[in-house]
């Protein structure tokens, strides 16, 4: 069988979906990836899949939208998969209308809504009317946590009797383990691990950090992340700097070796204002590391209050200071217990084979109607 998958980088492709396309390719499947050529594409064919390069512009343009569409109508002919499979906005939206034309069935993904269900303006409006109408076509939804597969029922975008939900994208949890040891460093460490863009809270972890810093100045504040300036949310390069200069965060950069960072934390920081599962938090979790998040759909899903880590107030510079302080305090024993019932929840919740065989499982049912 060949399958594509559909996202709108190949870094998304690689740091993502390996696990599901290499599970796919050891079944005997064929699998084509068809993303925005970058420097991850590569990598792909390297690891056995297929490669289209598809253009996918950044922002809400109705001309650069309808020639997308296009674009992917006329991959998906010249491919020729028997299933597609979705992730991403505009893939979501534009891909399910051109695999319809195709004649291709799809599996779409929701792995988080973005700004959409954030900002209300025009463009979100917009992007309520498109989920609407394209959402008539996949055979498929999968949603990331059960809030956005509510969201989506309650403003009727699409049928209740094609979706679910996953746990997220699942965790590899032979790639992501803990310490044998525990050992709290010296100057406690938090991490924020995300795209430098507003809406995974990042002003609010740096004010935080700066408020943790004053009471306790040898806590150190870290951001490890791409930045991105094409984004709705991002944070422009000027403004990180500024940030920077105040000596209250330091920044990282971004890396392939997540791991490695994330081991020499004591304490995984995400604020964000919403998630469908962040992926952050399932490595960071399957590495036995305590989580402080907010309590917002995804980031609840991996954090449970007291158990594995911290919920504080979304946008709430004073709360999530306060939870941070709050778990900085707590002594060896009871933070070493955190990490184990982070990484107990990985194991239970997160395994990234409940992933693959839901996807095997949804491909089967949906090219078999196909078929018939």
């Known amino acids: 069988m060949r399958i594509a998958i559909v996202i709108n980088t190949s870094w998304n492709v690689y740091n993502f979906r390996m696990p599901l396309l290499k ?63 979705h992730y991403t906005i505009k893939p979501n939206i534009y891909g399910a209308i051109a695999a319809h034309w195709a004649g291709i069935p799809a599996v779409n993904n929701v792995s988080g809504l973005g700004t959409v269900f954030i900002t209300k303006d025009y463009v979100s409006n917009v992007a309520l009317r498109l989920y609407r109408f394209s959402f008539r076509y996949p055979a498929k939804v999968f949603f990331q946590n059960r809030d956005d597969r509510q969201l989506f029922l309650r403003h009727k975008l699409v049928r209740p009797e094609i979706t679910e939900v996953l746990p997220g994208s699942g965790i590899d949890l032979q790639a992501f383990v803990p310490a044998q040891d525990f050992k709290r460093n010296k100057a406690f460490t938090f991490l924020m691990v995300a795209r430098v863009q507003f809406d995974k809270g990042i002003a609010e972890f740096v004010q935080a950090s700066r408020l943790v810093q004053e009471r306790y100045p040898e806590v150190r504040c870290q951001l490890l992340g791409q930045v991105d300036e094409r984004s709705r949310s991002a944070v422009k390069r000027r403004q990180l700097e500024e940030w920077l200069a105040t000596g209250v965060i330091e920044y990282l950069g971004a890396t392939d070796e997540v791991a490695s960072v994330v081991g020499a934390a004591d304490c995984i920081v995400l604020p964000s204002y919403r998630e469908g599962t962040p992926r952050t938090l399932l490595e960071a979790a399957a590495m036995g590391k305590p989580l402080i998040a907010t309590n917002v759909p995804g980031c609840r899903e991996v954090v449970e209050d007291g158990v594995n880590g911290l919920l504080c107030r979304v946008r709430h510079v004073p709360d999530l200071a306060a939870k941070m302080m709050q778990l900085l305090e707590l002594d060896d024993t009871a933070l070493e217990r955190m990490g184990q019932a982070s990484r107990q929840i990985a194991v239970t919740r997160f395994d990234v084979r409940q992933v693959i065989q839901k996807y095997l499982q949804a491909i089967e049912e949906v090219t078999s109607q196909v078929r018939v």
Do not use: W
């Open 23 to 85: 599970a796919f390719l050891a079944a005997g499947h064929e699998v084509v990836a068809i993303a925005p050529r970058d420097a991850y594409s590569d990598r792909l064919v390297a690891a056995g899949c297929g490669f289209v390069p598809v253009e996918m512009e950044n922002g809400t343009n109705p001309l650069t939208d309808l020639l997308l569409i296009g674009r992917l109508y006329k991959t998906y002919k010249q491919v020729q998969p028997d299933v597609v499979l």
